[in-house]
């Protein structure tokens, strides 16, 4: 099926194992590259059978005849499928399917499909990937990770503003910490890319608000810095403030070493290569980005702008780096 589709079984492994207590530790992040971070680690939980890249509704309907699926496994899979019938035209059948995934998950078959779509969105079909998100909101008006998702489709199109009209709803809708937490780093992304720093900056403060661990903190933090670059706040002092005496060799730690200028940009790409985390979350990706954000806060535009290609180049079209790269770039 499409390429978001493997990633997306990443997403999975950790739903598997949510339960209402594990939901409440939820960051909300938006990058797919990193989303097993945001929901704290897969507990062990085991991902389903793999999906072939070209998964066809026949092969979909085999996998879910398959009377011994889990209720989460079963869902995840008919999330898939009413994708794939929604791009065949079969709408009533694709309504069925998120019906389905309601009565099998009845508190988290939302955030299943906000795990999906934008994922598969990123193949290319992202009309599609609205349509269906749009079939879920039907089911439950103004969910705020039904809206996130459609925002996250949205800016993977570089339509921003309407990403920004629909987190606003998202945040409006939120009613606990994890619904919140999602929105507002999503909103934090929609306002860096419209340039609204000061905006987005508070918005990843308010992120950040209860998170204690640099694990937990690091992503927001470092976005912060990013949108920090452009206002009135030194953004190297706000940052080493607020982690420049921790342990920083776990990844993404290198990048806030390098941004410190504890760290030369050639060992933060040879961490980015040779660290193990940093390989299976495409490390490489928002190395560039932050790379060329310190650039920029130095004022030299010629690293900026190769900085910020390179990450285009390195970032798939789901990733927020690849569409705050694109924003930059514009603005050099």
């Known amino acids: 099926m499409q390429r978001g589709i493997l990633r997306t079984l990443g997403v999975f492994a950790v739903l598997v194992s949510m339960t209402s207590g594990a939901s409440a530790q939820l960051q909300g992040g938006a990058n797919w590259d990193t989303s097993a971070q945001q929901f704290g680690g897969t507990g062990g ?21 398959v009377s011994q699926l889990k209720p989460a496994d079963r869902s995840f899979y008919l999330g898939l499928r009413a994708f794939v019938l929604s ?67 949205y800016m993977q199109i570089s339509d921003f503003q309407q990403a920004m009209n629909i987190l606003d709803r998202a945040m409006g809708s939120a009613t606990g910490v994890p619904d919140r937490r999602v929105a507002v780093f999503n909103r934090g992304q929609a306002n860096f890319n419209l340039g609204n720093f000061q905006q987005s900056s508070d918005d990843f403060d308010a992120w950040l608000s209860g998170l204690t661990t640099v694990k937990a903190r690091i992503d927001g933090t470092l976005w912060r810095f990013a949108a920090q670059v452009h206002t009135k706040h030194d953004a190297r002092a706000v940052l080493n403030k607020d982690i420049g005496n921790e342990n920083l060799y776990q990844w993404p730690g290198p990048i806030a070493k390098f941004l410190l200028g504890k760290l030369p940009p050639g060992e933060l790409e040879v961490a980015a290569e040779s660290d193990q985390t940093a390989k299976v979350i495409n490390g490489k990706c928002p190395a560039a980005f932050y790379v060329g954000m310190e650039a920029q806060r130095r004022g030299d535009k010629q690293r900026a702008r190769e900085q910020l290609q390179l990450a285009q180049a390195r970032c798939p079209t789901t990733s927020p780096y690849n569409w705050a790269a694109s924003s930059e770039l514009k603005r050099l």
């Open 45 to 65: 939980a085991a991902a389903p059978p793999p999906v072939p890249r070209d998964a066809s509704l026949e092969q979909l309907n085999k996998i879910l005849s």
């Open 87 to 153: 791009r065949a035209g079969r709408e009533g059948d694709s309504r069925k399917d998120i019906a389905e995934m309601g009565k099998l998950l009845p508190t988290n078959w939302q955030i299943m499909l906000w795990s999906i779509m934008p994922a598969l969105a990123g193949g290319g079909d992202r009309a599609t990937a609205l349509r269906t998100l749009d079939y879920g909101l039907q089911r439950k008006p103004n969910d705020p990770w039904l809206l996130v998702a459609q925002a996250q489709v």
